[in-house]
């Protein structure tokens, strides 16, 4: 296999996928419905806020793809051009999205 197409990832790229697996945790699958948005609400007035981005961008994709595909059930394709962008080849980001699932 050609390196250019190993999904491995960095220990820091996993830690990445660990904060933002515990970040959907929190935030709570089916946020789209009337109750997750409700529920939104009232974290934010009681004081609650988002997740911190992490400041290395290319953590910072991984963080935000994980995330939010784990959160929404879906996968949004800014979200994939994100990580391409980062230099995530194409095994990378199918092993990422396997891991949002």
Sequence with gaps: MPP????????????????????????????????????????WLSGHRPANRLADPRLEAIRAFVSEARCRRRIEPHLLDRLALRGFNQRQIEALALLSR
């Design 4 to 43: 250019s197409s190993h999904p491995d990832l960095s220990p820091a790229e996993w830690r990445a996928v660990a904060i933002a697996l515990r970040d959907a945790a929190h935030e709570g699958a089916g946020s789209s419905s009337w109750w997750g948005t409700l529920r939104h609400v009232l974290l």
